[in-house]
């Protein structure tokens, strides 16, 4: 899925793809950004981030968590490795780990995270995204991705030759 720009030889952390968004000029220009950085796990964080029906089994805020300092690139991890787990903190999605529990493994989870990576991942939990990175809306990633207002793709209309091969 990935598409890199030349010159690019790594995929970017998605915080810096945020803020590649928030610096676009332009509405297309930020699409254009998402689309070129496009992964399962951005599109997974990003929905965290603007669906509604996902609620995030965890206090609002910061929560007590240590920055890591460490240089990008270096000695944490990313969203990217991060996102397949995120499942753990949504509302009835593990009812198998108690709520301290939760609190807990995130803030370790932030902890482990550059800290770039883990201000953008409390700004997802709190459905604030959009305060953060300008410009970088619901509505944009509904387009870019076409997805419905239930964040899933958009079905393609039926052609006369689906219908016959249908039959």
């Given amino acids: 899925m990935v598409t890199r720009t030349e010159g690019d030889t790594f995929t970017p952390m ?6 590649k968004v928030n610096n676009a000029k332009d509405k297309p220009a930020k699409i254009e950004v998402l689309m070129t950085y496009d992964t399962q796990p951005l599109r997974q964080v990003l929905k965290g981030a603007f669906d509604p029906r996902i609620k995030w089994d965890l206090p609002e805020g910061t929560p007590p968590y240590k920055e890591n300092d460490a240089p990008a690139g270096t000695e944490h991890t990313t969203l990217h490795q991060e996102a397949q787990r995120l499942y753990n903190f949504v509302e009835g999605a593990n009812d198998n780990i108690s709520k301290t529990r939760k609190e807990t493994l995130f803030i370790q989870v932030l902890e482990g995270l550059h800290k770039d990576e883990a201000k953008a991942l409390i700004a ?3 459905k604030r995204l959009n ?9 944009l990633v509904k387009e870019a991705y076409e997805w419905t207002d239930d964040y899933v ?14 039959v």
């Fill in 14 to 19: 998605i915080s810096e793809i945020f803020t």
């Fill in 124 to 126: 997802v939990k709190d």
């Fill in 131 to 139: 305060l953060v990175y300008k410009g970088l809306t619901s509505a």
């Fill in 153 to 166: 793709i958009k079905p393609k209309p039926l052609t006369n030759r689906d219908v016959i091969e249908s």
